[in-house]
């Protein structure tokens, strides 16, 4: 079975600081692993996705995340936050028939 | 491209009343599409998983006679709250996604509320 933690429920930076929001997940077989941003009253909108291709993957909005199998982790970071960030972020594992898991989501708060 | 809406965007109905959700495909054709629901500052659930021109099947704990889901086309889903009650008021997000893409287009989302 998969499943997806994203480790702080809240985190907050100050505006050109670096944002690290950290998801681990839980696969049997090579995962697809997705890096999702929610505005408030909005639906969810796709940060970057990983396919099996680089590890290292680049993202819309200067965000960009890693794929480290060894640490089974897939973790988000931006090196300079701008307000325009304050956001939800949610981490996701897709499996077989598209189905997703979903993590609890990381509200990100940035500080001007 | 791969662009989903939902309609309405937000209601208010009445306890007791029906309410449907439409889930659209803009361009191209969902073989598969989702709905989930999302409480206030909480993580999306899971409500059901639909396929074209085949029954939805329902996460655990979803009463299937109480959130109807039809997909009908590859385009086209619809939910429907049947005798809504102030607890089914939430915010309703449906995804579609292609056979041969592991990835999923999220909808607007649909803020229902219940009086």
């Known amino acids: 079975a998969q499943s997806v933690t994203q480790l702080g429920s809240h985190v907050s930076v100050s505006e050109g600081a670096l944002v690290l929001l950290r998801c681990n997940y839980s696969?049997?077989?090579?995962?697809?692993l997705f890096w999702y941003v929610q505005y408030p009253n909005q639906g969810l909108q796709l940060l970057l996705k990983y396919t099996s291709a680089a590890t290292l993957v680049k993202g819309i909005n200067g965000f960009e995340a890693e794929f480290k199998k060894s640490e089974t982790s897939f973790h988000l970071t931006k090196p300079s936050a701008h307000m325009s960030d304050a956001a939800e972020y949610f981490c996701?594992?897709?499996?077989?028939?598209?189905?997703?898991?979903f993590g609890t989501g990381t509200s990100l708060t940035v500080i001007p | 491209g791969a662009v989903v809406s939902q309609h309405p965007s937000r209601v208010i109905c009445k306890s007791g009343t029906s309410v449907k959700i439409e889930c659209r495909s803009l361009d191209f054709q969902a073989t598969t599409m989702f709905w989930y629901r999302q409480f206030p500052k909480q993580s999306l659930m899971l409500m059901a998983t639909s396929n074209e021109g085949s029954k939805a099947t329902y996460e655990q704990g979803v009463e299937k006679d109480k959130f109807l889901i039809n997909h009908a086309s590859l385009t086209l889903s619809t939910l429907t709250v049947t005798s809504a009650h102030p607890e089914d008021s939430s915010f309703y997000i449906c995804?579609?996604?292609?056979?041969?893409?592991?990835?999923?287009?999220f909808g607007p989302g649909t803020r229902l509320t219940v009086l």
């Open positions: 696969s049997s077989v090579p995962p697809y």
């Open positions: 995804s579609a996604s292609r056979q041969v893409y592991n990835e999923q287009f």
């Open positions: 996701a594992v897709g499996s077989t028939g598209n189905q997703f898991y």
